[in-house]
């Protein structure tokens, strides 16, 4: 009987190891830019701490899929102000806060500073089912025809960030 307890005890040290070991490996994962064709028309999202619902720009910008919920989720908006005190002349980084609410934000935000120009609330998971999501956290790059044209998934480091991304925002610029 005790054998019974002892093998069900090892069997869910072990499953927690490995799930704790995939969302270590996932933190530490940026997907490469893969092309894409997601089409964001305006919704009706409200933004944060603003009266006003989201409209995105007419000129290519990065929108960023975040949860307040999700580990890796901290370490990529750490990244993102890494990169925005770094370099200037970014362009628009949008935030879609996925899963949370003003509440959310606002002790997210507390210990870690905002690196978006704005920060869409996304609560009931709408304007992200538009982008067909899987993971968290996802950018998009969108062209000035709201238009995702590019998407990584995972948390961005300063390399990846330079190499591909603003090369690929200054392409689609032109």
Not at 10 to 20: E, N, V
Not at 71 to 96: D, H, Q, R
Not at 143 to 161: I, S, Y
């Amino acid at each position: 009987m005790i054998q019974k307890y002892l093998g069900i005890a090892a069997f869910f040290f072990i499953a927690m190891f490995l799930t704790h070991m995939l969302q270590v490996v996932r933190i530490d994962f940026t997907s490469p830019l893969t092309k894409t064709e997601v089409a964001f028309p305006d919704h009706r999202i409200p933004i944060y701490q603003k009266k006003e619902t989201l409209t995105l720009p007419n000129r290519s910008h990065l929108l960023v899929f975040f949860s307040t919920k999700c580990k890796a989720c901290e370490f990529e908006i750490i990244s993102l102000n890494k990169i925005k005190k770094k370099y200037t002349n970014l362009p628009p980084m949008i935030g879609v806060a996925v899963y949370s609410n003003s509440d959310d934000l606002k002790t997210f935000f507390e210990k870690k500073e905002n690196p978006f120009n704005e920060i869409a609330i996304d609560e009931k998971n709408e304007f992200s089912k538009l982008a067909k999501l899987t993971d968290l956290p996802t950018v998009f790059i969108v062209n000035q025809n709201k238009t995702g044209v590019f998407l990584t998934k995972g948390v961005l480091d300063q390399n990846f960030f330079v190499k591909n991304i603003l090369s690929k925002i200054t392409e689609i610029s032109k």
